[in-house]
Protein backbone atom coordinates (compact mmCIF):
# COMPACT_ATOMS: atom_id res chain seq x y z
CA UNK A 1 0.00 0.00 0.00
CA UNK A 2 2.74 2.23 0.88
CA UNK A 3 4.70 3.57 -2.45
CA UNK A 4 8.20 4.34 -2.01
CA UNK A 5 8.94 7.99 -1.73
CA UNK A 6 10.96 8.48 -4.77
CA UNK A 7 9.15 7.26 -6.81
CA UNK A 8 5.64 8.97 -5.51
CA UNK A 9 5.32 11.41 -3.16
CA UNK A 10 1.79 13.16 -1.61
CA UNK A 11 2.76 16.47 0.49
CA UNK A 12 0.29 18.44 2.54
CA UNK A 13 0.57 21.71 3.81
CA UNK A 14 -1.53 22.75 6.33
CA UNK A 15 -2.30 27.09 6.44
CA UNK A 16 -4.92 29.03 7.47
CA UNK A 17 -7.23 26.04 7.73
CA UNK A 18 -7.14 24.90 4.23
CA UNK A 19 -5.37 21.44 3.48
CA UNK A 20 -2.89 21.86 0.00
CA UNK A 21 -2.28 18.07 -1.40
CA UNK A 22 0.54 18.43 -4.38
CA UNK A 23 0.42 15.01 -6.48
CA UNK A 24 3.89 14.27 -7.77
CA UNK A 25 4.03 12.11 -10.35
CA UNK A 26 6.91 9.23 -10.37
CA UNK A 27 9.90 10.15 -11.67
CA UNK A 28 11.27 6.50 -13.30
CA UNK A 29 14.60 8.19 -13.46
CA UNK A 30 14.86 9.50 -10.38
CA UNK A 31 14.44 6.07 -8.25
CA UNK A 32 16.89 6.01 -5.58
CA UNK A 33 18.33 9.82 -5.90
CA UNK A 34 16.95 11.42 -2.85
CA UNK A 35 18.22 14.63 -4.63
CA UNK A 36 16.18 14.65 -7.55
CA UNK A 37 13.51 13.99 -5.28
CA UNK A 38 13.79 16.92 -3.25
CA UNK A 39 14.80 18.86 -6.58
CA UNK A 40 10.92 17.96 -7.59
CA UNK A 41 9.41 18.38 -4.70
CA UNK A 42 11.00 22.44 -4.36
CA UNK A 43 10.18 22.79 -7.88
CA UNK A 44 6.21 21.62 -7.64
CA UNK A 45 5.72 23.95 -4.09
CA UNK A 46 5.12 27.29 -3.83
CA UNK A 47 8.07 29.40 -3.68
CA UNK A 48 8.82 31.34 -0.47
CA UNK A 49 10.15 34.27 -2.12
CA UNK A 50 6.78 36.35 -1.40
CA UNK A 51 6.24 38.94 -4.34
CA UNK A 52 3.49 41.53 -4.01
CA UNK A 53 1.22 41.40 -7.11
CA UNK A 54 -1.67 44.68 -5.35
CA UNK A 55 -0.74 47.17 -3.03
CA UNK A 56 -4.18 49.22 -1.44
CA UNK A 57 -2.62 52.81 -1.11
CA UNK A 58 -4.96 56.00 -0.75
CA UNK A 59 -8.18 54.51 -1.15
CA UNK A 60 -7.01 52.62 -4.33
CA UNK A 61 -6.21 48.78 -5.04
CA UNK A 62 -2.83 49.47 -7.08
CA UNK A 63 -1.95 46.31 -9.43
CA UNK A 64 1.08 47.67 -11.67
CA UNK A 65 4.32 47.01 -10.67
CA UNK A 66 5.70 50.55 -11.54
CA UNK A 67 2.77 51.89 -9.37
CA UNK A 68 3.14 49.62 -6.54
CA UNK A 69 7.25 50.50 -6.41
CA UNK A 70 6.05 54.24 -6.54
CA UNK A 71 4.00 53.83 -3.80
CA UNK A 72 6.34 51.67 -1.37
CA UNK A 73 9.06 54.62 -2.13
CA UNK A 74 7.26 57.25 -1.17
CA UNK A 75 5.73 55.80 1.71
CA UNK A 76 9.87 54.89 3.14
CA UNK A 77 11.06 57.72 1.52
CA UNK A 78 8.45 60.07 3.80
CA UNK A 79 8.58 58.34 7.31
CA UNK A 80 11.67 60.52 8.23
CA UNK A 81 10.08 63.86 7.26
CA UNK A 82 6.43 62.55 8.87
CA UNK A 83 9.05 62.10 11.77
CA UNK A 84 10.68 65.23 11.92
CA UNK A 85 8.12 67.27 11.86
CA UNK A 86 6.03 65.26 14.61
CA UNK A 87 9.13 66.53 17.20
CA UNK A 88 9.87 70.06 15.08
CA UNK A 89 9.50 72.57 18.51
CA UNK A 90 10.48 69.74 20.88
CA UNK A 91 13.36 71.15 23.17
CA UNK A 92 15.81 67.92 23.75
CA UNK A 93 15.60 68.35 27.38
CA UNK A 94 11.90 67.56 27.01
CA UNK A 95 12.42 64.40 25.85
CA UNK A 96 14.81 62.84 28.78
CA UNK A 97 17.35 64.13 30.81
CA UNK A 98 20.88 62.76 30.19
CA UNK A 99 24.07 63.64 32.49
CA UNK A 100 26.32 61.14 31.07
CA UNK A 101 28.45 62.77 28.26
CA UNK A 102 28.67 61.46 25.00
CA UNK A 103 31.77 61.23 22.94
CA UNK A 104 33.45 59.11 20.19
CA UNK A 105 36.83 57.74 20.42
CA UNK A 106 39.36 57.16 17.21
CA UNK A 107 39.06 54.24 15.70
CA UNK A 108 42.18 52.32 15.23
CA UNK A 109 43.99 50.45 12.31
CA UNK A 110 43.64 46.93 13.57
CA UNK A 111 39.66 47.34 14.55
CA UNK A 112 38.98 48.59 10.89
CA UNK A 113 40.93 45.47 9.57
CA UNK A 114 38.64 43.86 11.83
CA UNK A 115 35.57 44.89 10.75
CA UNK A 116 36.58 44.50 7.45
CA UNK A 117 37.84 40.99 7.85
CA UNK A 118 34.45 40.30 9.37
CA UNK A 119 32.04 41.39 6.50
CA UNK A 120 29.96 38.72 4.98
CA UNK A 121 30.64 38.32 1.72
CA UNK A 122 26.79 36.84 1.01
CA UNK A 123 25.34 39.74 1.26
CA UNK A 124 24.23 42.11 -1.69
CA UNK A 125 26.69 45.18 -2.76
CA UNK A 126 26.11 48.68 -1.90
CA UNK A 127 25.23 51.78 -3.98
CA UNK A 128 29.13 51.97 -4.78
CA UNK A 129 29.06 48.46 -6.25
CA UNK A 130 32.37 47.58 -4.02
CA UNK A 131 31.46 43.66 -2.92
CA UNK A 132 31.81 42.94 0.34
CA UNK A 133 34.20 40.27 -0.65
CA UNK A 134 36.35 42.79 -2.15
CA UNK A 135 36.60 44.85 0.71
CA UNK A 136 36.89 41.63 3.25
CA UNK A 137 40.12 40.04 0.94
CA UNK A 138 42.11 43.73 0.41
CA UNK A 139 41.11 44.43 3.74
CA UNK A 140 44.92 45.37 4.77
CA UNK A 141 45.51 47.87 1.77
CA UNK A 142 42.04 49.49 2.11
CA UNK A 143 42.32 49.79 6.60
CA UNK A 144 44.73 53.02 6.81
CA UNK A 145 42.80 55.24 3.81
CA UNK A 146 39.26 54.07 5.69
CA UNK A 147 40.42 54.77 9.08
CA UNK A 148 42.00 58.12 7.53
CA UNK A 149 38.24 58.74 6.63
CA UNK A 150 36.71 57.22 10.00
CA UNK A 151 38.67 59.62 12.36
CA UNK A 152 38.19 62.70 10.02
CA UNK A 153 34.86 62.57 10.11
CA UNK A 154 34.53 61.84 13.67
CA UNK A 155 37.00 64.97 14.79
CA UNK A 156 35.57 67.07 12.15
CA UNK A 157 31.82 66.25 13.02
CA UNK A 158 30.87 65.48 9.51
CA UNK A 159 29.85 62.88 7.68
CA UNK A 160 30.59 61.85 4.13
CA UNK A 161 27.37 62.22 2.62
CA UNK A 162 27.53 60.15 -0.47
CA UNK A 163 27.69 57.58 2.84
CA UNK A 164 24.45 58.77 3.87
CA UNK A 165 22.71 57.04 1.13
CA UNK A 166 21.42 53.64 0.81
CA UNK A 167 19.32 50.80 -0.91
CA UNK A 168 15.75 50.27 0.21
CA UNK A 169 13.82 47.43 0.02
CA UNK A 170 10.53 46.31 1.61
CA UNK A 171 9.95 43.16 2.86
CA UNK A 172 6.59 41.30 3.07
CA UNK A 173 6.44 39.92 7.02
CA UNK A 174 3.12 39.45 7.35
CA UNK A 175 -0.79 40.78 7.27
CA UNK A 176 -2.92 41.61 4.37
CA UNK A 177 -0.06 41.63 1.46
CA UNK A 178 -2.40 44.74 0.03
CA UNK A 179 -2.24 47.21 2.40
CA UNK A 180 0.59 49.41 2.71
CA UNK A 181 0.74 50.80 6.14
Not at 32 to 49: C, F, N, V
Not at 130 to 136: D, E, G, V
Not at 148 to 163: A, D, K, M, V
Request: glycine share 4%; proline share 4%.
Amino acid sequence: MHENISTHAQLSSISKGNVEVLDLPPDEDARGDSSRMWKAIKETLPSKHNEINAIFADGKLQTDPTNIAETLNNHFSSIGKKLAKAFRGVVPSQCFTCSARFSLQPVTLSFVEKQLSQLKINKAIGLDNISARLLRDAANVLAPSLRYIINLSLESGRFPSSWKCAKVTSLFKHGDRTYKG
